[in-house]
């Protein structure tokens, strides 16, 4: 039987609501009469909220209505990572504000989930300060409902395994949204220091190795035994591991919003690059200080140069 037979409210209501994002962009490319059904934007905004909870939030809801194709677009926006390549943006006027939302999942559930505001709007403060975007205020706890219990390096390789974190900031500007951030952690480590779980969700842009750095702290309460989160944050990192500027960080974030989009990565190649980052950002800080060494060394050796041409003046 033909799919035109069938009644649009049985395909509406039975059928495309059963399909996932993929599946509903490729539905609508068999035919005019699907492509006019798949284009509903209800579905697009129910598939947006099951996968980014936070675009609920009347702030995203408004943004998003601004798109060209609203939902859809939104989702072809943010469900592919960006290129590892800036695309210079040229569009005016400049952006006066980012707006990220944020959903992080433990075993596919959501243990957290914001919208947050940044004010972009150029300033001497904002242009030459470092850049950064944190979820949670110092001291600030989230508990979760999930219960753990094992030894420290049990928890580690299941946080590494089962925590996922999409960060979509998008341009209320030029309507993109691009999402900053890797699906899975590229590194987990302990914090010698107070002893909580450092998670980096990190994607790494060529040529000059710049590291959009997401990192989520968590850690348990040893009281109730419950996974919780104390620290959320972005920043956008130069090849040296120092924080870009809040102008660099600009040029950087609407670079990658405007830009193509790859098809689906795994999270291996992720890590790769990221361990490529991180042994670049070594050497470099290494030839660095050999440098400055070699520069303190002549320092030295000039002024105890001239005190002993002095001392010989002196003494003759």
């Known amino acids: 039987m033909a799919i035109t037979n069938i009644p649009e409210d049985i395909i509406k209501t039975h059928i495309l609501t059963k399909l996932d994002g993929q599946t509903l962009a490729a539905a609508g490319c068999t035919s005019s009469h699907l492509q006019s059904l798949c284009s509903d934007q209800t579905l697009w905004s129910n598939i947006c909220h099951s996968t980014w909870p936070s675009t609920a939030d009347p702030l995203i809801t408004k943004s998003i209505s601004t798109f060209s194709s609203g ?65 949670l205020e110092p001291k600030e706890i989230v508990s979760s409902a999930v219960k753990f219990s094992g030894d420290g390096q049990v928890l580690l390789s299941d946080l590494e395994n089962n925590m996922n974190l999409t960060w979509v900031i ?40 710049v590291n959009c750095n997401v990192q989520v702290t968590c850690g348990v309460n040893e009281g109730r035994g419950e996974l919780i989160v104390s620290g959320v944050s972005l920043t956008v990192l130069d090849v040296y591991g120092k924080c870009l500027s809040g102008k660099d960080s600009l040029v950087i974030l609407q670079g990658l919003a405007a830009g193509k989009r790859r098809g689906r990565v795994g999270g291996e190649e992720e890590r790769e690059r990221y ?28 002024g105890v140069s001239m005190f002993m041409a002095f001392w010989s003046f002196a003494i003759c």
């Open 71 to 135: 939902h859809r677009s939104f989702y072809s926006d943010a469900t592919s990572p960006p290129t590892h390549h800036l695309t210079p943006s040229t569009s005016s006027p400049p952006t006066t504000q980012l707006i990220s939302c944020v959903d992080l999942r433990y075993h596919h559930e959501i243990i957290f989930s914001k919208v947050e505001s940044t004010n972009t709007t150029p300033s001497d403060w904002f242009q030459t300060s470092p850049f950064r975007v944190d979820l």
């Open 170 to 209: 998008i341009d209320p500007i030029r309507n993109r949204a691009v999402n900053v951030s890797c699906v899975e952690p590229v590194s987990v480590q302990r914090n010698w220091l107070t002893s909580d779980v450092e998670l980096t969700f990190a994607v790494v842009i060529d040529p000059d190795y």
């Open 275 to 302: 361990t490529e980052y991180i042994r670049r950002r070594r050497e470099r800080n290494e030839k660095t200080e050999r440098r400055e060494r070699r520069l303190d060394m002549a320092f030295v050796a000039g």
